[in-house]
C-alpha cells in the first residue's frame, strides 16, 4: 500500500488478469505535464455518473460567458469544499480553482478523441441498489451531531490540516513543492467529506466502486487479455480505501461502457 499521499501512479494487479492503473488526482488543479500519466491504457474508469459529461460541457459554457464564474459560485457555496478552494487559490506554484476539473476532463476528452471506451463507475439513478446508498448517505449527514458539527467546520478544518501535514509528500523533481500544501488541502477537504456521510456508509459505496472496476476490466479483458490496463481517475485521498476495497476480490459487475472501441495510442 502507498503512502497516503505518496505521488504518482499506481497498478492494482487482478488475480484474473489485467490491471487498474490509478492516477490520482487533486480536485480543480492543473497537472503539469510531467505528472500526467505516460502508460498505455485501454479504456478510462472515472468515479462518476454518465450525467457529469453534460455537467462539464454546461460549466465550459459558463466559464466562456463568464471566466471564473464556477469558482466563484465555489467559493460562496461553504462548507468544507468552499474552504478548499479559498486556501488552495492561495498556494503559489498550483493552477488551481479550474472548471470543469482538469484531469478528470483531459482525459475524457483524449479518450473520446482515441475512441477508447470510457467506463462511469458510479452507478445512475436508476440504480436500485444505489438509490438505498444514496438515502444511507443522506441519513448519515442529516445526523443531528453531523448537523451540529458542521457548524465549526473551521475549526474542523483547522486541526485536520495539522493531522494531514504529517502525511505530505515531496512532489516529483521539478514540480513546484507547494503541491505537497495542495495535497494537504486536498486530503482535508476529503476527510471532512468523508466524515459527513461516515465511515460505514463510505466503505460499502468503495466496495461498490471495486465490484464495478472489475466488471469494466473483465470487459476490456476480453479483447486485450492479461494486458487489459483500465486507468481510473480519482482523487489522491480517495486511492487507499479504494485499494483497500479492490484487495477485498468483490466479483466484477458488469457495466455499460461509453464510447465504441479502444485505441492503442499513448495518452498526449
Known amino acids: 500500500m502507498p503512502a497516503r499521499l505518496e505521488w504518482g501512479d499506481h497498478a492494482w494487479e487482478d488475480p484474473d488478469g489485467g490491471k487498474i492503473l490509478i492516477h490520482s488526482v487533486l480536485p480543480t488543479v492543473v497537472y503539469p505535464r510531467s505528472m500526467r500519466t505516460r502508460e498505455e491504457w485501454h479504456g478510462l474508469a472515472l468515479l462518476e455518473s454518465p450525467d457529469v ?54 482525459l475524457h476528452r483524449n479518450a473520446v478523441r482515441h475512441e477508447r471506451p470510457v467506463f462511469f463507475i458510479e452507478p445512475t439513478a436508476e440504480d436500485e441498489e444505489w438509490n438505498k446508498h444514496l438515502t444511507r448517505e443522506a441519513k448519515a449527514a442529516s445526523h443531528w451531531r453531523k448537523l451540529l458539527g458542521m457548524i465549526s467546520i473551521g475549526g474542523k478544518w483547522r486541526k485536520r490540516v495539522k493531522k494531514n501535514i504529517f502525511d505530505a509528500q515531496k512532489p516529483p523533481k521539478g514540480v513546484s513543492p507547494n503541491f505537497g500544501s495542495a495535497a494537504v488541502l486536498s486530503a482535508t477537504w476529503w476527510d471532512l467529506s468523508e466524515w459527513i456521510v461516515s465511515p460505514e456508509v463510505a466503505a460499502d459505496r468503495d466496495r461498490r466502486y471495486a465490484a464495478r472496476l472489475r466488471g469494466a476490466l473483465a470487459t476490456l479483458r476480453a479483447e486485450h487479455g492479461g494486458d487489459a490496463t483500465l486507468l481510473l481517475v480519482l482523487y489522491l485521498p480517495h486511492r487507499n480505501a479504494l485499494l483497500q ?23 498526449e
Open 53 to 106: 459529461v453534460d455537467l462539464w460541457v454546461q460549466e465550459e459554457k459558463d466559464e466562456a460567458e463568464s471566466p471564473g464564474v464556477n469558482l466563484s459560485h465555489g467559493l460562496i457555496s461553504g462548507g468544507s469544499f468552499g474552504i478548499f478552494l479559498d486556501e488552495i487559490s492561495m498556494v503559489e506554484g498550483v493552477t488551481s480553482g479550474r472548471f470543469p476539473d482538469p484531469e478528470p476532463r483531459r
Open 245 to 267: 476495497a479492490l484487495q477485498t476480490l468483490p466479483d466484477g459487475e458488469e457495466i455499460s461502457l461509453i464510447t465504441t472501441s479502444s485505441g492503442q495510442t499513448e495518452e
